[in-house]
């Protein structure tokens, strides 16, 4: 099954996506019923009758059946280029690559969605060149991607790509990176709803489905995944939201919980996704009464934009203060959480922000310890200025992707705390 999906997916008949789902439903199967929901409009070795020979079993299958695709194979044209000088450029929806493709971002930003992308053959290279820009690459989960390349006084980053079992078969997706002050960002997102883009998955929601002892006997479970949780919240002010996102120099801050892989494994999910949502709410609060911007949600962290320095710190200190309270309430869970800020100037892509200043404010997030509120020296400095907080000596540390090391410092409180 997995390989007849694979050609499919080759000759454009399925997109990434709807590689995904299937061979998700492949791995479902418990009869020799189940088999033909998924394959029904597919060319297929087991003769033209296969299909109908189960025709009445199909609506009882345990299986989902998926979205029909076309017929024949798209002759939708090979997208080989794009390009972006000082503005945006967007390749999303149903789009066809083969053997190469080139995305530039000079002074701007680029996003290539591969969710939806008809990938012909077992794999694509993608030459990223980003120069004092930024390029964002979206592929499902579970598909197999390679970053390499060089990065100069800017970032490649692929830990955003979930930690998923790659899916049997599945196109290998080659990122080649030249980035000169810019920053190239591969991450995985839920397969999206086909032909429904305003859909649970495509808000960051998903389920899994497991069969098994249990389960009824082949009956298909679901249940959110955990990782995906804190994608659950208001969403649907996003055109509101890119008319007032802040502009010029901002501020962005980055946050994730310590150790929460450890703590799904001590409390199972249940408790966990208890806890993740006690976090959501939380940050989520912090963020509103100071009036910061909700970019994105993603595992266990957030990344946050603000139109000025001190309201993005004295958010991040607020948000120290009620899990210090909370953890006070709750010393046998305790929660703790990184938060790694740097101001500068970045790239507005809709309703995201990309480049240098966006990877150096996630890699100084990555720094940070639980608790602990780690600033660049540029935040600091626009900070120090009116002696609201009070920061460590500081040090130098090296953030991965980028050449130079760089100072930065811990928030130790507030001068209205003395």
């Known amino acids: 099954m997995v390989e007849v999906l694979k050609t499919s997916c080759s000759n454009g008949r399925l997109t990434l996506d709807e590689f995904s789902e299937r061979v998700d439903a492949a791995y479902q199967v418990v009869a020799l019923r189940d088999v033909a929901p998924v394959l029904a409009d597919l060319p297929h070795p087991f003769g033209p009758d296969f299909a109908g020979v189960f025709r009445d079993e199909i609506s009882h299958s345990p299986v989902p059946l998926p979205a029909r695709v076309p017929d024949t194979v798209t002759g939708r044209k090979v997208t080989r280029w794009t390009v972006s000088i000082m503005g945006g450029?967007?390749?999303?929806?149903?789009?066809r690559?083969?053997?190469?493709?080139?995305?530039?971002?000079?002074?701007g930003g680029c996003l290539l969605d591969l969710r939806k992308a008809e990938v012909e053959g077992p794999g694509v290279v993608i030459n990223a060149i980003a120069v004092m820009g930024g390029i964002e690459i979206i592929v499902p989960e579970g598909i197999e991607v390679e970053l390499g390349g060089i990065a100069i006084m800017g970032g490649k980053d692929a830990h955003r790509l979930k930690d998923v079992p790659v899916l049997p078969g599945s196109p290998v997706i080659r990122v080649r990176v030249f980035a000169f002050w810019g920053g190239v960002t591969v991450r995985s997102k839920p397969a999206q709803d086909v032909g429904n883009d305003d859909g649970a998955s495509s808000r960051g929601l998903s389920t899994e489905r497991s069969v098994g002892p249990g389960s009824g006997g082949g009956e298909v479970s679901q249940a959110p995944l955990l990782s995906d949780v804190i994608a659950d919240?208001?969403?649907?002010?996003?055109?509101?939201l890119q008319r007032v996102l802040p502009e010029g120099t901002i501020t962005i801050m980055f946050s994730d919980i310590e150790g929460f892989t450890s703590i799904t494994e001590q409390l199972g999910d249940?408790?966990?996704?208890?806890?993740?949502?006690?976090?959501?709410?939380?940050i989520r609060q912090?963020?509103?009464r100071a009036g910061g911007y909700e970019i994105k949600a993603q595992g266990d962290g957030f990344m946050v934009a603000f139109g000025g320095a001190s309201s993005a710190l004295h958010c991040a200190v607020e948000i120290q203060r009620d899990f210090d309270d909370r953890n006070r309430g709750q010393p046998d869970l305790p929660v703790r959480v990184r938060l790694g800020l740097h101001a500068g100037e970045a790239i507005?892509?809709?309703?995201?922000?990309?480049?240098?200043?966006?990877?150096?404010a996630a890699r100084i997030a990555q720094q940070a310890k639980g608790g602990e509120i780690l600033v660049s020296s540029v935040l600091k400095d626009l900070c120090d200025l009116n002696g609201e907080f009070r920061f460590e000596n500081g040090?130098?540390?090296?953030?991965k992707g980028l050449?130079?090391?760089?100072?930065v410092y811990s928030v130790t409180g507030v001068a209205e705390d003395d």
């Open 89 to 95: 450029s967007k390749r999303k929806g149903r789009w």
């Open 97 to 107: 690559v083969r053997d190469k493709t080139n995305a530039v971002a000079i002074m």
């Open 233 to 240: 919240g208001p969403r649907d002010a996003g055109d509101e």
């Open 270 to 282: 249940r408790r966990a996704l208890d806890v993740l949502r006690e976090h959501n709410d939380i």
């Open 286 to 288: 912090r963020i509103a």
């Open 348 to 360: 507005r892509d809709g309703n995201d922000f990309l480049g240098g200043s966006v990877i150096l």
């Open 395 to 399: 040090r130098d540390i090296h953030l």
């Open 403 to 407: 050449s130079e090391s760089r100072r």
